[in-house]
């Protein structure tokens, strides 16, 4: 048995700041966030959470697998930014579905939290366990970042997507995955469930902190890497991939990946520009977008690719 997505969704609040904002913030301007990082506008929320963000994207998803919440058997969320330590935000999201049946717990690998996510939830559909899984990545990520700070608050936005994935008959995919805890504090964010947080020299690093030369660095040469992996494992070349979803880090990362791998850029789809850095929820949500405006056709062969914080990193091939 294994999984495949019968059902995306996406939700994004509707307030933002774009590059102009971000100027009566820090030094900073349009033109040089651009070129930096293609980046125009990232959305912010304002009442909304990362569990509301999180439902409202699981109701899309849901409804586009034409499926109800209690078909579910799992629900899987990654996210570094919970509401609460607990109860876990996939078991708050469960309570506000009403997904009655279905097993709930939360997944903390921070813009590789998708592939994983995923990942997890064609093991638990090969092994036979369950038959219907909800996977979200949400982030209230405007929480962590230092508005102060010009190298990461340019950087990140709000959001959430969301993918159903439906067992049925044929092998699983290959997928590859990989992790470096030795050279985590290149990305860092101390939590704030610890003693003492809120004194002077503490507080600041309850606050996203990144070495974003050495980010940069790691994805450029890490991704194509994972991705060869991959292909090798599933006997394909880049030819035979019709896209490649990358989490949506920096444009200038996703141009360095397609020119290392000597890849045509066009099969790098992207949607940085509107909504920035989501961690765990850009590839769902670019995933929703794609599939809303018809970019996927049955039997397409995708790559996902995700990396970041841990350090952390993974591909897995999926056909539509």
Same mark, same amino acid.
């Given at each position: 048995?294994?999984?495949?997505?019968?059902?995306?969704?996406?939700?994004?609040?509707?307030?933002?700041?774009?590059?102009?904002?971000?100027?009566?913030?820090?030094?900073?301007?349009?033109?040089?966030?651009?070129?930096?990082?293609?980046?125009?506008?990232?959305?912010?929320?304002?009442?909304?959470?990362?569990?509301?963000?999180?439902?409202?994207?699981?109701?899309?998803?849901?409804?586009?697998?034409?499926?109800?919440?209690?078909?579910?058997?799992?629900?899987?969320?990654?996210?570094?930014?919970?509401?609460?330590?607990?109860?876990?935000?996939?078991?708050?999201?469960?309570? !506000?579905?009403?997904?009655?049946?279905?097993?709930?717990?939360?997944?903390?690998?921070?813009?590789?939290?998708?592939?994983?996510?995923?990942?997890?939830?064609?093991?638990?559909?090969?092994?036979?366990?369950?038959?219907?899984?909800?996977?979200?990545?949400?982030?209230?990520?405007?929480?962590? /970042?230092?508005?102060?700070?010009?190298?990461?608050?340019?950087?990140?936005?709000?959001?959430?997507?969301?993918?159903?994935?439906?067992?049925?008959?044929?092998?699983?995919?290959?997928?590859?995955?990989?992790?470096?805890?030795?050279?985590?504090?290149?990305?860092?964010?101390?939590?704030?469930?610890?003693?003492?947080?809120?004194?002077? !020299?503490?507080?600041?690093?309850?606050? /996203?902190?990144?070495?974003?030369?050495? /980010?940069?660095?790691?994805?450029?040469?890490?991704?194509?890497?994972?991705?060869?992996?991959?292909?090798?494992?599933?006997?394909?070349?880049?030819?035979?991939?019709?896209?490649?979803?990358?989490?949506?880090?920096?444009?200038?990362?996703?141009?360095?990946?397609?020119?290392?791998?000597?890849?045509?850029?066009?099969?790098?789809?992207?949607?940085?520009?509107?909504?920035?850095?989501?961690?765990?929820?850009?590839?769902?949500?670019?995933?929703? !977008?794609?599939?809303?405006?018809?970019?996927?056709?049955?039997?397409?062969?995708?790559?996902?690719?995700?990396?970041?914080?841990?350090?952390?990193?993974?591909?897995?091939?999926?056909?539509?």
């Amino acid at each position: 048995m294994r999984g495949r997505i019968c059902g995306t969704g996406s939700y994004i609040p509707e307030h933002y700041y774009d590059n102009n904002d971000l100027a009566k913030f820090v030094e900073t301007n349009d033109e040089w966030i651009r070129e930096r990082t293609g980046i125009v506008r990232r959305h912010i929320a304002e009442e909304d959470t990362t569990v509301s963000m999180a439902v409202k994207a699981a109701k899309n998803a849901l409804t586009d697998a034409k499926l109800n919440a209690d078909d579910l058997d799992l629900i899987l969320v990654s996210t570094i930014t919970p509401n609460t330590v607990i109860p876990s935000t996939a078991c708050e999201v469960q309570k !506000e579905l009403g997904a009655v049946n279905a097993t709930c717990f939360d997944i903390s690998a921070a813009c590789s939290g998708f592939v994983y996510a995923y990942n997890t939830a064609q093991a638990y559909i090969a092994a036979g366990m369950y038959q219907n899984i909800l996977v979200i990545g949400s982030e209230t990520l405007s929480g962590i /970042v230092n508005w102060k700070d010009r190298g990461s608050c340019i950087l990140f936005g709000d959001g959430a997507g969301a993918a159903v994935i439906c067992a049925e008959e044929g092998e699983i995919f290959p997928a590859v995955t990989h992790s470096d805890g030795a050279k985590g504090q290149v990305l860092a964010c101390e939590s704030r469930q610890q003693k003492n947080w809120q004194n002077k !020299e503490n507080e600041k690093q309850t606050y /996203v902190s990144m070495d974003g030369q050495a /980010v940069f660095k790691f994805a450029v040469k890490k991704v194509p890497e994972v991705i060869g992996e991959l292909l090798q494992k599933a006997d394909l070349t880049e030819k035979d991939i019709d896209l490649f979803v990358l989490h949506q880090a920096n444009l200038r990362i996703i141009e360095s990946v397609a020119k290392r791998m000597k890849t045509d850029l066009a099969k790098f789809p992207v949607n940085i520009e509107e909504y920035g850095n989501t961690s765990s929820a850009s590839i769902p949500i670019l995933l929703d !977008e794609l599939n809303k405006t018809g970019r996927f056709h049955k039997g397409q062969k995708i790559v996902l690719c995700g990396f970041g914080a841990g350090l952390t990193w993974g591909a897995t091939l999926i056909e539509w």
